[in-house]
């Protein structure tokens, strides 16, 4: 059955969990990429997948005026109560709306691991074989789709993707020039000549568009709900269409928000 | 739709003026507890409001802020923002996207009212010489 509405990792400890799994991806990526450690990539690679379990967005639920937010596959581990809420908005709605204002430090986190494969090239070049350049490049193009994704109002963030599918399409052909010409260049034979050195590039190549791909479009069709507790938290919860969006911010204002007190 | 003057005070202190639960309490000579219930007690009412003013607009939700005391819908027949204000003392004012001109006779009091109110609750600290302009950066904030 597929979630009318889920928890995002954009706030407390499934956001640090989220950041330390791409950041774990990223390194264990380049780890084994590099051959340094035959032992530290898969541990590393491990941690970030036991990370990014913790951080997955598993139930919104609403009892006795609460806002329950639980994280954690299979089960829900982490679980943060909302119960006094004083803003509620569908980001996607508002002509001015970005992630970015309220969660900033994703930025950073985008930032770094877009950047530690670029430095990782800079410093040793295309070693150990022009073959994994796409897989290396696999955390640079998710850190600017989600990059993208937060800085942007979701109108603009539409129209940007309509123009930067062509964008992607020229700097991919372009990636797989560079690594067919470099791949002659040291081996002094075609790429497509050794068959595992062919699989290792497709491989590479069809995670990179994939990932990029699904990252780009599911973002574009989901809405995002924005709660904002009276202590100043801010909590996100993603919808999987505009009108769960509705029934969602509706439900919260009405189980949540309304609540009848005695006063002076 | 207007909260009760004493729940309007406390919200306006608290959320509008910044101040603490605790000074709010001893300017008005009760206990924190009560201030802390009228709070509570009148961000769930302004938020009834909202609810209610949803449903006789035949509009979807699309914000409500209970700190600011205003809310954003979306008319499900012209598809048109709509968006709506709490006046200290007067009560609800609802506004249609691109419907305002403050510089008509008619509607000069409507900017006025939400202009003033804005000050009130602290969304803005001074306003242009202009009324037009300062109304376009209160949507601005509030669309943020």
Not at chain 2, 45 to 73: C, H, M, P, T, W
Not at chain 2, 98 to 106: F, H, I, L, P, Q
């Amino acid at each position: 059955m597929v979630n009318k509405w889920w928890p995002t990792p954009y706030s407390g400890l499934p956001a640090l969990m989220s950041c330390a799994s791409l950041l774990c991806f990223t390194l264990g990526m380049i780890l084994a990429v590099s051959g340094l450690s035959s032992l530290a990539a898969p541990i590393v690679i491990a941690i970030g997948f036991m990370a990014g379990l913790i951080s997955v967005g598993r139930e919104v639920r609403i009892c006795n005026h609460k806002l329950i937010l639980g994280y954690g596959f299979p089960k829900a581990i982490v679980r943060y109560v909302v119960e006094d809420v004083v803003d509620i908005f569908d980001v996607n709605e508002l002509s001015r709306g970005k992630l970015v204002r309220y969660f900033k430090y994703h930025l950073f986190v985008f930032s770094l691991i877009m950047l530690l494969p670029v430095i990782y090239l800079a410093v040793e070049g295309l070693y150990p074989s022009p073959v994994y350049l796409p897989l290396l490049l696999l955390p640079v193009f998710l850190g600017v789709a989600l990059q993208l994704y937060i800085m942007f109002t979701a109108e603009s963030y539409r129209k940007l993707i309509r123009r930067l599918m062509f964008t992607l399409a020229i700097v991919w052909s372009l990636v797989g020039f560079i690594v067919g010409a470099t791949y002659r260049e040291l081996y002094g034979k075609s790429l497509f000549s050794d068959p595992s050195a062919t699989l290792l590039y497709f491989t590479g190549m069809l995670l990179l568009a994939v990932s990029t791909i699904t990252i780009l479009a599911l973002r574009s069709r989901q809405h995002v709900i924005i709660v904002e507790s009276s202590d100043g938290r801010f909590y996100a919860i993603a919808t999987a269409s505009p009108n769960y969006a509705k029934e969602l911010v509706k439900l919260i204002a009405k189980e949540v928000m309304v609540r009848n007190e005695a006063t002076f | 739709m207007k909260l009760p003057s004493r729940m309007e005070e406390v919200l306006l202190l608290i959320y509008g003026k910044g101040l603490r639960e605790v000074d709010v309490a001893r300017r008005l000579n009760v206990s924190r507890q009560a201030i802390n219930r009228a709070l509570r007690g009148a961000t769930g009412r302004l938020s009834q409001i909202f609810l209610e003013l949803a449903e006789i607009l035949n509009a979807d939700i699309i914000r409500v802020n209970v700190r600011k005391g205003y809310a954003i819908f979306r008319g499900r027949q012209l598809n048109t923002k709509i968006y709506a204000f709490y006046i200290p003392r007067k009560g609800i004012r609802v506004l249609f996207k691109n419907g305002v001109n403050c510089r008509d006779e008619e509607l000069r009091s409507l900017c006025i009212d939400i202009i003033r109110a804005a000050k009130e609750w602290g969304m803005i600290e001074e306003e242009e010489d202009d009324a037009d302009t300062t109304l376009r950066n209160i949507l601005r904030i509030i669309e943020a």
